[in-house]
DNA sequence: TTTTATTATCGTAATATTGCGATGTATTAA
DNA sequence: TTAATACATCGCAATATTACGATAATAAAA
């Protein structure tokens, strides 16, 4: 089947997975990261820092827009992608919400 | 080709791409949110709670297992997951680490 | 020992992801 | 207009993921 059962769960879970997919691939976690150091970034340097091609790097950025990570405009020739700062605001606190949960109840006796 | 190329990338961006990839599917997050809030779990009653079928949520535990994520105690006929709370701490940090890099350089002027 | 209950593993079908060559598109330079 | 540059999209091959029926493994109960 191969096929994600996503009306058996919440919105929230629905949308945390969705968001974690767009870390789940360590060209994406570069980008990412390479945008959060650079001011701003032109999509010719990441064929350059990654080592992959053109085309593949160019459906990784696909991606992560299409999640809202990050934004582009074009600039003359090239493009300049950057990070979408609401919407990583937003991820950080659907994380963070997370991770939040357990700090609570850590006192638990665990097996 | 469907293989990553994890040589390309650091062993920072490969192992948080593969604890993303832990959360990246609803039925994960399910199942860790369920031993978030359940002191101690029963496999039994994840069927009940997800609508999946028993192997497909063994199929998930296994994973988050693997990540080290949760743990698992025989306990009699059953099984009793629970959070491993050395490593959620450890993902936690690896996520906020991500996170905070932009506050730091949120000044700066975006596309 | 046989049955029952609970979880794991195997095998397989359907679908998704990854990577890239070839090609298309759009903007600037000549 | 033509050429060059920078990205995006298409199409395909290889591999990975998701889901589950069938079946195995294990331990308690009868």
Redesign the interface.
């Known amino acids: 089947m191969g096929v ?3 009306e ?3 919105k929230q ?2 949308e ?3 968001v ?11 980008i ?2 390479y945008l ?2 650079a ?2 970034c032109i999509n010719g340097n990441l064929v350059q820092e ?3 091609a053109q085309p593949t790097i160019s459906q990784h950025l696909k991606e992560l827009k299409a999640i809202g990570i990050i ?3 074009i ?1 003359g020739v090239s493009v ?4 979408n ?1 609401v919407r ?1 605001e937003e ?2 606190n659907l ?2 919400h ?2 939040t ?2 700090a609570i ?2 006192d ?4």
């Open positions: 994600t059962k996503t058996l769960f919440t879970q629905n945390l997975a969705q974690a997919k767009a870390f789940a691939h360590p060209a994406r976690v570069a990412v990261q959060l150091k001011n701003t990654l080592g992959l934004q582009g405009t600039e300049s992608y950057c990070i700062p990583w991820i950080k994380f963070n997370l991770f949960q357990y109840a850590s638990r006796d665990c097996c």
